[in-house]
């Protein structure tokens, strides 16, 4: 199993569409979690933390199910300028701030 | 603040040639972080370090080495170069204790190498 798993798009979608982005980790221990966005050729950059308890920045909501060791990204009223590969990202457990990123899921939003 | 800076943002190099590319980051982060990432991959970490003085290995090191003598600056030097080192170089650095992130990774813009 990988370390961190994300759904493998693209993505396509309409403007205005809403879309829900998941991804798994394999390690129990970890305990932060982060979504980041890619432009095409870009450096990768924060988007947002994801807390246990859920949190939401405008248009985007971040889930984490530690249970099932799961999260998750929603972005409502999808923007042109959504468009873009988002990172799953988790750290690795007891080695400092060492991060695990995903292989990311590219999203294409359409006019 | 500048944040996390590289140079060069392009570079060509022929098969057997040495370069470095400079990493330098203004944010008193303690860690730093070079990754690699190929078209249409993910990132691969390829060495990191904890602090001035301290460097470890990450998951594709061979054909790198680093030093860390500052805390500010990260420098990766490619001895021989190869065109399996054709890649998109990023430098990144946090702010984290050994038990917890404190702070995620902000990365540089990045340095396009390629070998030919």
């Known amino acids: 199993r990988k370390e961190v798993e994300q759904d493998p798009g693209p993505f396509n979608v309409p403007e205005g569409a809403t879309v829900a982005f998941n991804c798994t980790y394999s390690?129990?221990?970890?305990?932060?979690f982060f979504w980041y966005r890619q432009d095409c050729r870009k450096e990768p950059k924060l988007l947002m933390s994801v807390y246990s308890s859920g949190n939401e920045d405008g248009r985007f909501t971040a889930q984490l199910n530690r249970a099932s060791q799961y999260i998750s990204l929603l972005i409502r009223d999808s923007k042109l300028s959504d468009s873009a590969t988002y990172l799953c990202v988790v750290n690795v457990p007891n080695q400092g701030g060492k991060l695990i990123f995903g292989q990311g899921t590219e999203l294409s939003v359409k006019p | 603040n500048a944040g996390v800076t590289q140079t060069p943002k392009f570079r060509i190099l022929k098969i057997g040639q040495s370069m470095t590319l400079q990493c330098t980051q203004d944010m008193n982060h303690n860690y730093m972080y070079w990754y690699r990432q190929d078209p249409g991959m993910g990132l691969k970490l390829i060495y990191y370090s904890v602090g001035a003085g301290i460097t470890d290995k990450g998951e594709v090191p061979n054909g790198y080495n680093v030093s860390r003598s500052t805390t500010e600056d990260f420098p990766l030097r490619l001895e021989l170069a190869a065109p399996s080192q054709t890649s998109v170089y990023f430098c990144?650095?946090?702010?984290?204790?050994?038990?917890?992130?404190?702070?995620?990774?902000?990365f540089g813009p990045g340095t396009r190498l390629t070998v030919l």
């Open positions: 990144a650095s946090s702010y984290s204790t050994w038990r917890e992130v404190i702070d995620t990774q902000y």
């Open positions: 390690n129990s221990a970890s305990q932060s």
